[in-house]
């Protein structure tokens, strides 16, 4: 499955942003998405992460209750809201496709199969 990442931009601490993530290729329902992140200097880390139905989400304590994913299977697309951006969510924002389990979380970078180009997300302060 193909994956693009849109949506990454520069904004103020406090501010918004909406990534969105389409796929391509193969049944998009089929996989368990997620998202993650890697700042400059540091390790690529999870984000949040939807089941395949998008029944069960996950998300990092860092975001708790400021992101929201969500995802639509007719559109072939996942979705992260990002609110009450801080300076420290600056990085790379990935998707990335995981495996088929129905009710599955994915959560750890190895066992992504198929990753997007990242779209750079800046907070300013």
């Known amino acids: 499955v193909q994956l693009q990442a849109s949506g990454g931009g520069l904004v103020q601490a406090g501010g918004s942003l909406r990534l969105s993530c389409a796929a391509s290729g193969r049944t998009f329902s089929n996989y368990g998405m997620s998202w993650f992140r890697q700042a400059p200097g540091k390790e690529r880390d999870i984000v949040a992460a939807i089941s395949r139905s998008g029944g069960s989400t996950y998300y990092a304590d860092s975001v708790k209750g400021r992101f929201t994913i969500s995802r639509d299977n007719a559109k072939n697309t996942v979705y992260l809201q990002m609110n009450s951006l801080k300076p420290e969510d600056t990085a790379v924002y990935y998707c990335?496709?995981?495996?088929?389990?129905?009710?599955?979380?994915?959560?750890?970078?190895?066992?992504?199969?198929?990753w997007g180009k990242g779209t750079l997300v800046t907070v300013s302060s």
């Open positions: 990335a496709a995981g495996g088929a389990y129905n009710g599955a979380i994915y959560i750890t970078a190895g066992d992504m199969r198929y």
